[in-house]
Nanobody
Framework: EVQLVESGGGLVQAGGSLRLSCAASGFTFDDYAIGWFRQAPGKEREGVSC????????YYADSVKGRFTISSDNAKNTVYLQMNSLKPEDTAVYYC??????????????WGQGTQVTVSS
């Protein structure tokens, strides 16, 4: 059974940092890309960042470039999203997802349950 479990969300003041984790199981981790997506109330889901577990390629949405860093620990089947210089507009439920294809422009096959990130001004 495929499982993606996010953790690390919470409440932080603007300018602060959080690190999200996505623990994956039930599939061959090295064969998949892992993406982070977010959805704020009343807004469409937005792709934030993704990483290829096979070669480590990364991609970031313009809105988070320079502030967020995605990384992967293949030995632990875990992907991290380090979020620095957080802004109130980063407030959303953050989801990790897995797919055979790398990128943020398509629907991923497997999804976690999400973790709430709230940035206060």
């Amino acid at each position: 059974e495929v499982q993606l479990v996010e953790s690390g969300g919470g409440l932080v003041q603007a300018g602060g940092s959080l690190r999200l984790s996505c623990a994956a199981s039930g599939f061959t981790f090295d064969d998949y890309a892992i993406g982070w997506f977010r959805q704020a109330p009343g807004k469409e889901r937005e792709g934030v960042s993704c990483i290829s577990s096979s070669d480590g390629s990364t991609y970031y949405a313009d809105s988070v470039k320079g502030r967020f860093t995605i990384s992967s620990d293949n030995a632990k089947n875990t992907v991290y999203l380090q979020m620095n210089s957080l802004k109130p507009e980063d407030t959303a439920v953050y989801y990790c997802a897995a797919d055979k294809y790398y990128g943020l422009g398509h629907v991923y096959d497997y999804w976690g349950q999400g973790t709430q990130v709230t940035v206060s001004s």
